[in-house]
Protein backbone atom coordinates (compact mmCIF):
# COMPACT_ATOMS: atom_id res chain seq x y z
CA UNK A 1 0.00 0.00 0.00
CA UNK A 2 2.26 2.71 -1.24
CA UNK A 3 2.35 5.66 0.88
CA UNK A 4 -0.43 4.54 3.13
CA UNK A 5 -3.25 4.58 -0.04
CA UNK A 6 -4.88 1.33 -1.57
CA UNK A 7 -3.20 0.43 -5.02
CA UNK A 8 -6.89 0.67 -6.13
CA UNK A 9 -6.63 4.62 -5.40
CA UNK A 10 -4.12 5.33 -7.46
CA UNK A 11 -5.96 4.58 -10.60
CA UNK A 12 -8.55 7.49 -9.62
CA UNK A 13 -9.44 7.88 -13.38
CA UNK A 14 -11.14 4.14 -12.70
CA UNK A 15 -14.26 7.07 -11.39
CA UNK A 16 -13.87 5.37 -7.71
CA UNK A 17 -15.47 8.33 -5.59
CA UNK A 18 -12.20 9.97 -3.40
CA UNK A 19 -9.44 8.32 -4.80
CA UNK A 20 -7.72 11.50 -6.29
CA UNK A 21 -8.48 13.72 -2.85
CA UNK A 22 -7.01 9.87 -1.51
CA UNK A 23 -3.88 9.94 -3.37
CA UNK A 24 -2.90 13.59 -3.73
CA UNK A 25 -3.66 14.13 0.15
CA UNK A 26 -0.93 11.26 0.80
CA UNK A 27 1.59 12.57 -2.11
CA UNK A 28 1.21 16.39 -0.16
CA UNK A 29 2.00 14.65 3.08
CA UNK A 30 5.03 13.18 1.59
CA UNK A 31 6.18 16.57 -0.18
CA UNK A 32 6.07 18.25 2.87
CA UNK A 33 8.97 15.81 4.61
CA UNK A 34 11.05 17.10 1.42
CA UNK A 35 13.78 19.90 2.35
CA UNK A 36 15.34 21.76 -0.19
CA UNK A 37 18.92 20.54 0.49
CA UNK A 38 17.35 16.95 -0.48
CA UNK A 39 18.37 14.64 -3.57
CA UNK A 40 16.24 11.85 -5.35
CA UNK A 41 17.09 8.82 -5.32
CA UNK A 42 17.61 9.10 -8.88
CA UNK A 43 20.14 11.85 -8.70
CA UNK A 44 22.03 9.85 -6.48
CA UNK A 45 22.32 7.19 -8.34
CA UNK A 46 23.52 8.96 -11.23
CA UNK A 47 26.04 11.50 -8.76
CA UNK A 48 27.23 7.61 -7.89
CA UNK A 49 27.55 6.48 -11.65
CA UNK A 50 25.12 3.91 -10.08
CA UNK A 51 22.63 2.53 -13.08
CA UNK A 52 19.02 4.22 -12.52
CA UNK A 53 15.24 2.88 -12.24
CA UNK A 54 14.07 5.47 -14.93
CA UNK A 55 14.05 2.96 -17.46
CA UNK A 56 11.56 1.32 -16.05
CA UNK A 57 9.48 3.76 -14.62
CA UNK A 58 9.76 6.99 -17.40
CA UNK A 59 10.98 4.36 -20.44
CA UNK A 60 8.51 1.58 -19.75
CA UNK A 61 5.55 4.64 -19.45
CA UNK A 62 6.75 6.15 -22.77
CA UNK A 63 7.08 2.53 -24.99
CA UNK A 64 3.56 1.07 -23.54
CA UNK A 65 1.67 4.54 -23.82
CA UNK A 66 3.58 4.26 -27.95
CA UNK A 67 2.19 0.46 -28.32
CA UNK A 68 -1.48 1.73 -27.17
CA UNK A 69 -1.19 4.72 -29.62
CA UNK A 70 -0.93 6.98 -27.07
CA UNK A 71 2.36 9.66 -26.97
CA UNK A 72 3.62 10.38 -23.29
CA UNK A 73 6.25 12.45 -24.76
CA UNK A 74 7.73 14.02 -21.43
CA UNK A 75 8.67 10.21 -20.00
CA UNK A 76 9.93 9.68 -22.86
CA UNK A 77 12.04 12.73 -23.13
CA UNK A 78 13.03 12.11 -19.58
CA UNK A 79 13.73 8.25 -20.01
CA UNK A 80 16.41 9.72 -22.82
CA UNK A 81 17.97 12.48 -21.09
CA UNK A 82 18.86 10.19 -18.17
CA UNK A 83 20.27 7.37 -20.67
CA UNK A 84 22.54 9.62 -22.17
CA UNK A 85 23.31 10.72 -18.94
CA UNK A 86 24.32 7.13 -17.51
CA UNK A 87 26.27 7.03 -20.76
CA UNK A 88 28.35 10.42 -20.31
CA UNK A 89 26.95 12.06 -23.24
CA UNK A 90 24.82 14.75 -21.31
CA UNK A 91 26.00 16.51 -17.64
CA UNK A 92 23.73 16.74 -14.95
CA UNK A 93 22.45 19.53 -15.27
CA UNK A 94 19.25 22.07 -14.17
CA UNK A 95 18.91 23.44 -17.68
CA UNK A 96 18.32 20.04 -18.99
CA UNK A 97 14.88 20.99 -17.70
CA UNK A 98 14.57 23.62 -20.26
CA UNK A 99 15.02 21.27 -23.18
CA UNK A 100 11.24 19.52 -21.84
CA UNK A 101 9.57 22.46 -23.13
CA UNK A 102 7.05 21.42 -25.63
CA UNK A 103 7.05 17.70 -24.50
Do not use: C, Y
Not at 3 to 29: I, N, S, Y
Request: zero cysteines; glycine letters at 14%.
Amino acid sequence: MPFGVPARAWHAAAGEPGALAQTMDALGKVAETMTADGMSGTLQDLMKGRPTEVEFFNGNIAAEGKRAGVEALAHGAIAQMIREVERGQRRIDPGNLGLMKGN
